[in-house]
């Protein structure tokens, strides 16, 4: 299990994992995502030639490996049907899935490659496109009419997968694409894959090959939305109207069970990365994920959470009434938040994330999640979503995959300078300054690019929906006109899927 903390370090996996695919031998390369930008370089900036997933792809359909592609399919969303054809023409396995609730998504996102070392996958919160790697991914000058930190990259948490887990990892993909190229793509010879069975894991390493025998516990759980249960019937889903998938008819919620039960055990801290964090309403007979939050946080035992946070501004104009629903996500932790929980953001310089994306949880340095479900209601019962559980090896905490993954996060944050300051002579923190959590705490104060946000107030004035949503959903734009107001809006936002 590798944890990529850099963008540009995942995609040159990538790059060196579709290389290593062989001619004529049964190799593959699946992708599922929310976006695929087919020219994203691959290759780090200096590389000669760098080459980009399109041509790497291409490449490896010449030498007959299979190549299969599952997007999903969206008003305003990304350009997911050029991208589906042209793979289609590559190796005629790419497909969308319309199959979404209104304003949601298949938010999945997984890559599987089979090749000379095996058979690995990759999942985590990181889709593939040129834009998140900022500077990094922009062919020519930097774009300053799209604003200061237009050129700055992302940050986002991808892993490296390995052993048995790959199993459900293939299985997920399998599932989704058989049923929509059987459902929505008929008679155009788009074939179906076969399901993929542990032994066949096993037998895909090569002998002797060591990270096939880790210790590590690794739970695949997934995200996936109850068709039945809508808020207006079939106003809620997009056509193709169906019941559900026929893999999870009442659709699936492995991703909210298994944090809210990392959440019960945990005794002394929590460290949450995520773009939202506005995860305060219950989702049918579900509580939120506040609740579960307060209980631990109420613990004697319990130290510290310590949150990071997209700046509201970036996507208040996704879910309008960010900051008054982030204000109620922190209020619901209780009185026992205001000296346990802390919450940061970072500010504006184009040394810091033009996108804070990533949704990574870990509980008292021994367990971590890291997925693409973000903390709302979206993430836990209305998209398909995928994340894995990492626990280990055995039951170590210093130096265990969680702590390790912990360290290099604080470390990527904590050293991370304004433009033009470098280092400034001081000195960089290194793994001795953050090993403990709690010590290491304070330092997030100190951090240049890092700001400490109070969200127990609501922000004034809060924007809610406007005209501008309803001109993109012309569908529902009779009952917005009707029945406008700020709890309907946030229903139709972020709908419960429960």
């Not at 799209?146 to 700055?152: C, E, I, K, R, Y």
């Not at 004035?461 to 709890?487: L, M, N, W």
């Amino acid at each position: 299990m590798v944890p990529y903390i850099q963008i540009m370090e995942y995609y040159a996996e990538l790059g060196r994992a579709i290389r290593g695919t062989r001619e004529n031998l049964a190799d593959l390369v699946y992708i599922a995502g929310w976006e695929l930008d087919l020219d994203t370089f691959v290759d780090p900036p200096g590389t000669d030639p760098r080459q980009t997933l399109r041509e790497l792809l291409s490449m490896a359909a010449g030498r007959g490996v299979e190549v299969r592609v599952l997007l999903t399919d969206q008003p305003n969303g990304p350009p997911n049907r050029e991208v589906a054809s042209a793979i289609g023409k590559m190796s005629g396995g790419g497909v969308v899935d319309p199959f979404h609730k209104l304003v949601g998504s298949q938010h999945q996102k997984l890559v599987i490659i089979r090749n000379a070392e095996g058979v690995v996958a990759f999942c985590g919160g990181c889709d593939i496109a040129n834009v998140r790697l900022g500077r990094e991914g922009v062919r020519g000058p930097d774009r300053p009419a799209d604003g200061p930190l237009a050129s700055a990259p992302w940050h986002d948490v991808q892993v490296r997968v390995e052993g048995p887990a790959v199993t459900d990892l293939w299985n997920t993909f399998v599932q989704r694409f058989n049923e929509v190229a059987a459902n929505r793509f008929p008679g155009t010879g788009i074939r179906g894959i076969p399901v993929y069975g542990a032994e066949a894991v096993r037998e895909a390493q090569p002998a002797g090959d060591s990270r096939a025998a880790g210790n590590l516990n690794v739970q695949v759980v997934r995200t996936y939305p109850n068709y039945r249960k809508n808020h207006f019937g079939d106003t809620l889903i997009l056509p193709p109207y169906q019941v559900g998938y026929k893999f999870a008819p009442d659709g699936e919620l492995g991703i909210y069970n298994l944090l809210t039960h990392a959440i019960s055990l945990t005794t002394s801290t929590i460290y949450l990365e995520d773009q939202y964090l506005v995860g305060s309403v219950a989702m049918g007979g579900h509580p939120p994920i506040t609740e579960a939050l307060r209980k631990t946080i109420e613990k004697t035992s319990f130290q510290r959470m310590v949150i990071v946070v997209a700046g509201t501004g970036t996507i208040q104009d996704e879910l309008f009434q960010a900051g008054s629903r982030r204000a109620e996500f922190i209020q619901q932790l209780g009185p026992q938040a205001a000296h346990k929980v802390a919450v940061y953001v970072y500010t504006g310089d184009r040394n810091s994330p033009y996108w804070f994306h990533s949704k990574t949880w870990i509980f008292d340095d021994r367990f971590a999640l890291i997925g693409s479900a973000n903390c709302n209601r979206r993430g836990y019962s209305h998209d398909s979503e995928l994340g894995v559980g990492v626990a280990g090896p055995g039951d170590a905490r210093e130096g265990g995959f969680a702590h390790r993954l912990r360290m290099g996060l604080w470390l990527k944050h904590l050293n991370a300078r304004p433009e033009g300051t470098g280092r400034a002579g001081a000195r960089p923190l290194a793994d001795g300054d953050v090993r403990d959590f709690v010590a290491a705490s304070s330092l997030w104060e100190q951090a240049p690019l890092l700001v400490r946000v109070d969200f127990t107030r609501a922000p004034e004035p809060d924007q809610s929906v406007d005209e501008k949503f309803a001109a993109q959903y012309p569908r529902i734009a009779r009952i917005y006109r009707r029945f406008r107001g700020r709890d309907f809006d946030w229903s139709l936002i972020d709908p419960d899927g429960a």
